[in-house]
Nanobody, 121 residues
């Protein structure tokens, strides 16, 4: 089994910062990409940022220049540094890992349980 454990959400004032962390554990052969998605009330889940094995990053246009994704490949951990937070960043943030659990096994997506980020004065 694979588990994704998230931490770092909370309440912050506009303009503030938060850092999210997500560690993947369990039966893992290779992690191809890790990233963050978010879902606000009444909206669909959307990509925030991803980083793959080759360190290629992909950011949503709405967070470029404010958020930074980083990975510790040895620890199978991904981080999201969020600066300049805005009320529209309020959402549940979900960690995603695209990985395979054994040699020859296909990669698939795994999800964390979600962590709430609220930006409000």
């Amino acid at each position: 089994q694979v588990q994704l454990t998230e931490s770092g959400g909370g309440l912050v004032q506009p303009g503030g910062s938060l850092r999210l962390s997500c560690a993947a554990s369990g039966r893992i052969f290779r992690v191809y990409a890790m990233g963050w998605y978010r879902q606000a009330p009444g909206k669909e889940r959307e990509l925030v940022a991803t980083r793959d094995l080759g360190d290629t990053t992909n950011y949503a246009a709405s967070v470029k220049g404010r958020f930074t994704i980083s990975r510790d490949n040895l620890k199978n951990t991904v981080y999201l540094q969020m600066n300049g937070l805005k009320p529209e960043d309020t959402a549940v943030y979900y960690c995603n890992a695209r990985l395979s659990t054994d040699f020859g096994y296909p990669m698939r997506d795994y999800w964390g349980q979600g962590t709430q980020v609220t930006v409000s004065s």
